[in-house]
DNA sequence: TGTCGGCCTATACCTTGGTATAGGGTTCCC
DNA sequence: GGGAACCCTATACCAAGGTATAGGCCGACA
C-alpha cells in the first residue's frame, strides 16, 4: 500500500562496454540505480544491497558460463532474479535457464521495452520475495528464543492437542504445559492461538499425520 | 504412502504419424497409459480421465499452434501439464511456452531418456496437484454448507477473536456466537481449533491486516 | 561459591469455550 | 396450515485455558 517506488538496483554483467553503456542509460532512465560490470567475478566483488534488485546478464560471459554462474548464486543461496540476454544461444540453454528460475531470456537484439518489462517484473517479484522472507527470519528468530520445552510444546498445541493430552504425551503436568504454551504465546508475540497456528505453518512446523 | 504407480494417462498430440508411433511405444514400455491424437482438436474430443496425467505436444500442429493451444487450455481452466516438442522452433518460443508453465521443451531430435525423464516430472507434478486439488474441493464443499452466520463467525474465529469480540463485532449475543462457532466446527469436520485456522488460510479466509 | 536460567510442580482463582435444553422469531415451500 | 431451515436468546453446567504466587531441582558459568 504504502510501499513507494524505493530504490531498486539493476546489475548489468556483460563483457561488451556499448551495451553494458546502452543499457546502463536505459535503466537509469527509468529511476533504477544501476551498477554495470564486464564479469561475473567482478559482481560477486560487489555488495549486494538489501533491496529490490535484478540481475540482467549475458549468457556468453568470461571464464563461466551465464548458466554456471546461475546455479552457483543458488547455491549459495542468493535469490536475486535474473534475466538472461544472448545473442548466440540455443533453445536448450534458454529451457534450462527458465527452469531454473529466470524471470526472462532475451534475444540480442531486443526491443527495450521487453527488456523494461521484464526487469519491472523481475523487481516486483523481488519485492515481494524479500519482504517474504523478512517476516520469516523475524518469525525464526522469535522461535529460537523458545526452549526446547516450549518449542515441543507449541509444536502440539498448533496441531490442535489439548493441554491435557500434550501432558500425558510429554508425561508432565497440565499445569507446567500451560507455562511453557503461555511462554510460547508470549515469546512468539502471538495474540491468539490463531496467530500461534499460523506461526507454526509458516515455519513448518505442520506434523499433520494419521 | 500407500500410492502405488496408479496407472499414468499420457496423451500425445504430434501430425507425424511416424512420431506418435515412436513415443506410443516408448511410453507404453514405461508402463504408461497412452491416448496419442494428431490434432488439438481430437485431442480437446477425448474425455480427460480422472488420474494423473501429462500432454506430449507438438508446437507446430495444423489449425492452432502448440503455444496457443496452451493458453487455451489455460483459459479453460484444464491443468495438464504440458512437454513441448519441435524440430524448428525458436527461443523466443520457448520462452513463451516454460513462462506460461511448461514442464519442459525438446528439440528434436531428443534423446528418449530426456523425454522420459521429463514425463516422469510432469506426471508427478500433476499427481500432487490433482491431490491438493481434491482436498482443496471437498473443503469447499463443507465450507458451502455453512449458513452465512457460520461463515462469518468462522472467518472471525479464525482471525483469532474471542467469542466476546465477535459478538460485540457482530451485534449478538455471546451464546450465539458459541451455537455458530459449533455449528462451523462440526459442519467443517475440525478437530481442533487449530485445525479450522488451517482450513481458513486453505480456503483463503485470512483477514490479517493491521 | 553463588546465581541465573531452564525446568517441573502445586494451589488458587478467574476467564473462556462448549454443549444440552428450551424457548422465541422469520422465511420459504409443499 | 405445517414443516424445515435459519436465526437469535437464555439458563445451567462442565471442561479447558490462562495467570499469579510460590517452591524445588538442576547445570552452566563467573
Do not use: W
Request: proline share 4%; aromatic share 6%.
Amino acid at each position: 500500500m504504502t510501499a513507494p517506488m524505493d530504490s531498486a538496483h539493476v546489475f548489468v554483467v556483460d563483457d561488451d562496454g556499448a551495451i553494458r553503456e546502452a543499457l546502463s542509460s536505459l535503466f537509469r532512465s527509468m529511476g533504477f540505480d544501476v551498477r554495470s560490470f564486464s564479469t561475473a567475478m567482478e559482481f560477486m566483488a560487489h555488495d549486494l544491497p538489501d533491496l529490490p534488485s535484478c540481475l540482467v546478464l549475458d549468457i556468453r560471459l568470461p571464464l563461466i558460463s551465464g548458466l554456471e554462474f546461475q546455479s552457483q548464486l543458488a547455491r549459495q543461496n542468493i535469490h536475486i532474479p535474473i534475466i538472461f540476454m544472448t545473442g548466440h544461444g540455443d533453445i536448450p540453454m534458454s529451457v534450462r535457464a527458465m527452469k531454473a528460475g529466470a524471470v526472462d531470456f532475451l534475444t540480442k537484439p531486443f526491443r527495450d521495452q521487453d527488456m523494461l518489462d521484464a526487469v519491472a517484473s523481475a523487481i516486483s517479484f523481488d519485492r515481494s520475495r524479500r519482504l517474504d522472507e523478512k517476516s520469516l527470519l523475524s518469525l525464526r528468530e522469535r522461535y529460537s528464543t523458545l526452549s526446547p520445552r516450549e518449542q515441543e510444546v507449541m509444536a502440539h498445541v498448533t496441531s490442535g492437542l489439548l493441554n491435557k493430552q500434550i501432558a500425558g504425551k510429554m508425561s508432565l503436568s497440565e499445569i507446567t504445559i500451560k507455562i511453557h504454551r503461555g511462554h510460547a504465546m508470549k515469546k512468539m508475540q502471538a495474540r491468539s492461538l490463531a496467530d500461534l497456528v499460523t506461526m507454526a505453518r509458516s515455519l513448518g512446523l505442520s506434523h499433520n499425520g494419521p
